[in-house]
């Protein structure tokens, strides 16, 4: 199936059903009185995050959804059926904006999360509401209200614990490739890896956590050069950056120094956020490179590149250093998720406290005898 991240689509709720006026003419009741009855509701559509769609190919052809009209109120005290909601299934991970104000409708970060998109209009009433002591034969009657209108712009972020940064033939598809299920496209050529790819990585029998690569990026890619600024968006939600560099380049008029900084420099003309979040270094092909030079190698890179956080010397052909790498990857997102769970926990403590705490003397609580 064709990876699609993007997508933009219009939502047009139901309109509501028409109140109608009406008079009984039953025999025998000649003075029977209004019995005109209301419209039904218009359907209204709503957004449901599913984690077993992927991508939201289905919304990049089919533009237009439009929900049912209520239908309208009858004789007899008969309100009108209301339309059945319409339910638009999307992947865990969809962020839904709005393309004229660009306010941010819903971000789906969790399965079987409900979204309203588009409210359905409120049937109109019928002449029996309006019948009172002084007006008996009301001709009164309303319509019923539009459908909400929307045009949405839908981008698909994948959710991830770590993500993969590195130049093209970095190494990166190899790597995912060695420790977790995700067999993406790997050639001896740039770009092989056109869309984000997903791997589960499996520390142990009840330990995981998902890993995604994206395509390489290369001089530029903020300002649209190459693919993988189109994908940079996926690397958001990670809690873990790992920066694969190529120590050993085929052509050896590349400088692997000059091509890190220059991932680090598109990482941050994009978005900083993104560049502020932990990152670590990985340094990868050791393999090409003779033992008793990679120690030298390793240390030349480290000191111009100026990097001062954890480094990492592996294979991804020969899986060497990998095990090692995701078992400190794995700690260092339990050690997060445990700080963040009790920074949680603080948070609602404080609040419960907050509310419990009542000043006695306030005037607003004082007793009234």
């Known amino acids: 199936m064709k990876f699609i991240d993007e997508a933009k689509i219009e939502v047009i709720a139901g309109d509501g059903g028409n109140g109608v006026a009406s008079f009984c003419r039953e025999k025998f009741r000649p003075f029977g009185g209004p019995d005109g009855g209301d419209g039904g509701k218009g359907g209204s ?15 990049r052809y089919a533009k237009l959804h439009r929900a049912g009209r209520g239908e309208n109120g009858r004789g007899s005290d008969c309100y009108g059926k209301g339309a059945d909601d319409m ?11 709005d393309k004229n104000t660009g ?7 969790h399965h079987e999360q409900t979204v309203l998109l588009a409210k359905g209009g409120e049937g ?6 309006f019948k009172t002591s002084t007006n008996r034969a009301p001709r009164q009657k309303t319509e019923g209200k539009e459908g909400e209108h929307r045009e949405l712009r839908l981008e698909l972020k994948v959710l991830a614990d770590v993500g ?27 770009f092989t890896t056109l869309h984000p790819n997903l791997g589960v ?6 330990k995981s956590f998902v890993i995604a690569d994206i395509p390489g990026l290369i001089e530029g890619a903020a300002d649209g050069a190459g693919l993988g600024v189109q994908f940079l968006r996926h690397l958001q939600r990670t809690g873990l950056l790992l920066h694969i560099v190529d120590v050993a380049p085929f052509n050896e008029e590349v400088d692997p120094v000059k091509e890190a900084k220059a991932i680090v420099k598109e990482l941050k003309n994009y978005d ?23 120690a030298k190698r390793v240390k030349d890179f480290v000191k111009r590149f100026g990097w001062k956080g954890p480094v990492f010397e592996i294979s991804a052909l020969n899986r060497d250093g990998c095990e090692e790498l995701i078992n400190e990857i794995y ?13 949680e926990e603080t948070q609602m403590t404080e609040e419960a406290r907050g509310i419990s705490s009542i000043d006695p003397d306030d005037p607003r609580f004082k007793v009234i005898d």
């Open 103 to 109: 306010e941010h409708i819903a971000d789906l970060t």
């Open 272 to 294: 900083q956020s993104l560049f502020d979040k932990p990152r670590w270094l990985v340094l990868n092909k050791l393999d090409v490179v003779p033992e008793g030079e990679r």
């Open 87 to 97: 339910y638009l299934r999307m992947p865990v991970g969809t962020l839904i904006v």
């Open 164 to 190: 993969l940064l590195g130049m093209p033939n970095a190494g990166k598809s190899t790597f995912i490739t060695a420790v977790s299920n995700a067999r993406p496209k790997i050639a001896d050529y740039p």
């Open 331 to 343: 700690s260092y997102l339990e050690t997060k998720r445990a700080e963040e769970h009790r920074a």
């Open 124 to 129: 109109g009433w019928g002449n029996i509401h």
């Open 45 to 59: 559509i709503w957004a449901v995050a599913d984690r077993n769609v992927n991508t939201l190919i289905d919304y």
């Open 201 to 206: 990585v499996r520390v142990s029998h009840e």
